[in-house]
Each structure stands twice: as C-alpha cells, then as structure tokens.
C-alpha cells in the first residue's frame, strides 16, 4: 500500500519503506501525537522519534528488534509521556538538544546544530529550530537515491509553524529558522513529518510562507 501519512489515535500505524530506511508512523492520545520509528534496513537498528505516549503501544511497535536511541524534537510533556518506560525495557539512549534537555526526565546526551544521530547505516542531521520551545529540532534524513525526510516536532505543519503563544520574538525567531533553515537549504519534493496530524512536503507549503509571517502565528 502507498504511504499517505495519515494515521488516527488508536488505528493502525502507517509504513515507508526506502531503499534503506523504513519510517513507521504512529499516533498514540490523547493529543494525538505523532511517534516515528525509524529502522535502518541494512542493520536492523531503530530509532524512535517522540515516545510521546502509550508505552506498551510503541513498544510493541519497537517489537524485538531493540532500539538504539530516542530522540525527543523537544522538551513539551506530550512529547514524551513514554519516554522513562520505553528507555527502561530497551535501553536505549534518549537523545534532545542541550537547550531543552533538562525539561526531560531523562536525557542521556545532548545534541546541538548540525549534529548527527545515527541509525544503522543512515545519518541524521540535527537542525536546531529556536521559538516553539528552545531547545526544538528538526531531523533530516537525505536519501542517497530520493528526496530528503525531514521530522519537524511541533515547530512545522501543514499550514503554519508551531505555536509560540503570541510572543512577537518567539514567532520572529521560530519564522526564520524554519524559513532559513529548511525551505531555504531544502528542495520542494522534501517530506517532512510533524508532531501532529498529516505530514506535506515543502513545496505545497512554500507558496504560503508570507502569508505566515504576515499574519504573525
């Protein structure tokens, strides 16, 4: 079946496979955050992106396979409700930029800007993205043989950045980066996959970026 990305709390997860990446898309309640499991096909290592909630559910996700790390986008409770029982049963690292880390209950190692965390054979750029929260960031994935993957926590979606509770500095800030570094350095056929709900690509989104900065949210 084709990948639409399009997944409810409580249904069935949804699967990318690339040529050496397989991203597993998940939404758990009761916000209806998105977690984001990523396994390299070469080595059978996994990643998670968010334990935001329902442990047991992700865990059964993570399978038998084991888990290497989890990387929270950033430090907002919904985000990572599951982190402490998912680390527990799997030992895996917990990975966040070092300006939200300690908002965590546990973090492991710190990340900063243009960092990379690996899975298996496949590398992930770590772009710090400041207005959200700090401490956010976005993770990219270039494909060698399509276009490039990005996961961007709660500070892109379909129809605007994250939410910056009407502080005209954090908007600014969090407006640039996001237009900065990712639709400036990124192509239009980028996928990326937000915190909540549907993802896009980068090119249906371009179109409305003044529209974003002039309306302020």
Not at 18 to 31: D, N
Not at 102 to 112: H, Y
Not at 128 to 152: C, E, F
Request: hydrophobic content about 35%.
């Amino acid at each position: 079946m084709t990948y639409t990305g399009d997944v409810s709390t409580g249904g069935p997860p949804d699967v990318r496979e690339l040529p050496a990446l397989t991203i597993t898309k998940v939404s758990v309640g009761p916000m209806e955050n998105n977690a984001y499991l990523l396994r390299c096909r070469s080595t059978g290592q996994q990643l998670l992106i968010d334990a935001a909630n329902e442990a047991p559910r992700l865990l059964e996700l993570i399978g038998d396979g084991g888990l290497t790390a989890v990387v929270t986008t950033h430090q907002h409770m919904d985000h990572w409700v599951a982190l402490e029982e998912v680390l527990a049963a799997t030992g895996a690292q917990s990975l966040a930029h070092t300006a939200d880390a300690g908002g965590l209950p546990v973090a492991s190692e710190t990340l900063i800007d243009g960092d990379t965390v690996r899975v298996g054979d496949c590398a992930l750029e770590v772009i710090h993205i400041v207005g959200h929260t700090p401490g956010s960031i976005a993770l990219l994935y270039r494909d060698p043989s399509g276009a490039p993957h990005l996961w961007t926590g709660d500070s892109l979606f379909p129809g605007g950045v994250g939410n910056t509770d009407k502080d005209p500095l954090r908007f600014t800030s969090l407006i640039d980066d996001v237009e900065h570094k990712l639709f400036d350095r990124l192509p239009d056929e980028t996928w990326f996959y937000p915190g909540h709900g549907k993802d896009s690509t980068l090119g249906a989104e371009r179109p409305a970026l003044p529209e974003w900065r002039a309306r302020g949210w």
